[in-house]
Structure formats: structure tokens, C-alpha cells
């Protein structure tokens, strides 16, 4: 069902108390996505039985992790070779979290819920402008103060990244706060096939990536184990590891079109073969990396999965075309 923008009934008076509770939101936002990764870094510290640094050390590593689930490259400066390096992987599962939290506070804005429909409110345009503003004033304080940290935030990055996400979090939360409109109903189907198709994808993607897991299931648990002793370890690494499950359907997707995926500066996995010399660390989901060599036909069959997205995307719009009228 398509759904069209209807005028929100807007009180006049207020309106910049509006926009300054909006901007609140926006930092109560990042605050509370940020107080939740400290926690777990915290519990993380202080379950471990050789605790690596004091609580200055553990606050960096949780703003810094907070700042890499919104693209911001960090560097790390104590590289074996010690020239600085950069830590750009974003665990996307991380990066959820952000986003939602933004998301919600978008939506919040401009439709609170029943019992406060009568309150001042600002426009669409204000209650994104206001949510992202007030959010990327913290996300200022904590790129400042990653600056003294082991993992300092690469500035260029750190004013690219956080205000696009965040800009289109909060518009996704106004779009979704006006009832998700669209221009028109082609756009509607033209959407939802494209999110079939996309979904269809990723899916395709975390199979393959699953099913090579699975294949190399014994070289996986001897890498896992290996990296860390003890319980407290360990359950770091596991939820790494789930952190990064995103990131593996991503890059199952990937090798499934063809390009494939970088494995450091000097290889490339694509379903042909694995060619270059791969420098990754061991990592439970990187056993899952093809051997060196040529593909063989399994490597091949996942190329059927974007085959498999195209068809669903085309029959999904075939399906609704036939219904278009020349108004439409």
C-alpha cells in the first residue's frame, strides 16, 4: 500500500522549543549509543583475568569503537613495522545500533505517540537538521577526546562519515514519522523491488558465507581457540564475531557478483580463484576465506545468487506493471 504525505497539524507557538527538544533527542541518542558500548567494553575489562591497560585506556577503546560504527577510521600507532595504520573495518551489526537509535529519535519528533499530539513540533525539515545537529555535537566531543587515546580518530573520516549516517537516519525517522510517502506508486513498487532484490542478496551472500564457514568448520574452531584462553576471551572474540556477521554476507554477496573482495593490500577472492598473497590475521570468519588456486565449480554456483535477486526484482515489477495505468 502506498502511502502519500499528509499536513501534520503543527502548533505555532513553541516552535523553537521544539527544535531545541529535538536537538536533545538527538543528543540523549548518542549518549545512550555510547553508554552501551562502554558497558561492554567495561565488562569485557573487568571479567578479564589480565586486564590490558587502566579505566582512561577502556573509556578510548569504548569511544573509539563507538566512532568506527559510524565509518570514522581510526589509527593505530603501535604498528610492529611503527608507522601508523589505519582500523577501518565497520562491524555493520555494530553500526546498527547508531543508526536505530537516531532513527527512533527522528520518528519521536515529529510523531510522539498518542496523548501528545498537541505539543509544539518542528517541521520535517528542522526536526532533521535539530536531531542530526545535536547528535554530532557529542559525536565532536568524543572525536576530541579519542584524539588522546592509543586509537586516535583520522579527522577526515571522522567529518565525512557520522554526518551522512546520521543525516540519513534521521531522515529515514522523518520518512517513517509522515507515513513513508512516496512520489508516486511506481516508486512504491520500484522500492520494494529493489529491497527484495537487495535482500535476496545479502541472504545469498550469508548462505555462502555460512555454507564456507561450515566447510572449513575444524580450521575455524582451532583459530578461534587459539586466540584467546580463557572464558572472558573468548566471549570478546564471539561477539566480534557476531559483530562482523553483517560484514560476511556482505562479502559473500560480493564474491556471489563477481568483484569479489580485498583481502589486505595484495589479494583478491573472487570466484575464479583466490590470486595474490592474502596478510590477514587469523579470525574465526576468515578460515572461511577460499584456498589460493583457481575456483572450482562450488566457487562458481554462487554466482546464481545474484541471478536468483535479478529474477525475483523483475518478476516483482513485471507483476505489478501490468496494473499501471498511463496516470500512474
Same mark, same amino acid.
Given at each position: ?82 608507522? $601508523? ?5 565497520? %562491524? ?6 547508531? +543508526?536505530?537509535? +537516531? ?27 535539530? +536531531? ?17 587515546? $592509543? ?13 551522512? /549516517? ?14 513513508? %510517502?512516496?512520489?508516486? %506508486? ?94 590477514? %590475521? ?34 516483482? /515489477? ?11
Amino acid at each position: 500500500m502506498t502511502h502519500y504525505v499528509t499536513e501534520q497539524p503543527l502548533v505555532q507557538g513553541g516552535r523553537s522549543a521544539a527544535l531545541a527538544a529535538a536537538c536533545v533527542r538527538g543528543g540523549v541518542a548518542a549518549g545512550l549509543g555510547l553508554g552501551a558500548l562502554a558497558v561492554l567494553v567495561i565488562a569485557a575489562w573487568v571479567s578479564s583475568p589480565f586486564p590490558d591497560g587502566g579505566p582512561g585506556d577502556v573509556l578510548h577503546a569504548a569511544a573509539g569503537l563507538w566512532l568506527l560504527a559510524h565509518g570514522v577510521e581510526l589509527i593505530r600507532t603501535d604498528t610492529l613495522s611503527g608507522l $601508523p595504520a589505519p582500523l577501518g573495518v565497520v %562491524p555493520l551489526l555494530l553500526a546498527a545500533l547508531p +543508526v536505530w537509535l +537516531v532513527h527512533r529519535a527522528a520518528r519521536d519528533t515529529l510523531d510522539p505517540g498518542a496523548g501528545v499530539r498537541d505539543r509544539p513540533r518542528p517541521s520535517p525539515s528542522g526536526a532533521v537538521a535539530s +536531531v542530526a545537529g545535536g547528535y554530532l555535537l557529542v559525536t565532536a566531543a568524543v572525536v576530541l577526546y579519542s584524539e588522546s587515546g $592509543p586509537l586516535p580518530a583520522e579527522l577526515v573520516t571522522a567529518g565525512l562519515w557520522p554526518p551522512a /549516517v546520521v543525516a540519513g537516519a534521521a531522515g529515514a525517522g522523518v520518512w517513517t514519522a509522515l507515513g513513508r %510517502p512516496f512520489p508516486g %506508486p511506481r516508486w512504491a513498487v520500484l522500492a520494494r523491488a529493489a529491497g527484495l532484490g537487495l535482500g535476496t542478496l545479502l541472504t545469498g551472500g550469508a548462505v555462502a558465507a555460512a555454507a564456507s564457514t561450515a566447510w572449513h568448520a575444524g580450521r575455524a574452531q582451532t583459530v578461534f581457540l587459539g586466540l584467546a584462553g580463557e572464558w572472558s576471551g573468548r566471549a570478546v572474540v564471539l561477539l566480534l564475531v557476531l559483530a562482523l556477521l553483517p560484514n560476511a554476507a556482505v562479502w559473500g554477496a560480493a564474491y556471489g557478483l563477481g568483484p569479489g573482495f580485498a583481502l589486505g593490500t595484495g589479494a583478491l577472492a573472487t570466484p575464479l580463484g583466490l590470486a595474490g598473497d592474502p596478510a590477514v %590475521p587469523p579470525f574465526p570468519l576468515l578460515a572461511a576465506v577460499p584456498a589460493e588456486g583457481r575456483g572450482t565449480w562450488l566457487h562458481w554456483a554462487v554466482a546464481a545468487v545474484p541471478l536468483v535477486a535479478a529474477v525475483l526484482l523483475g518478476h516483482r /515489477v513485471g507483476r505489478s506493471a501490468r496494473t499501471w495505468t498511463a496516470r500512474d
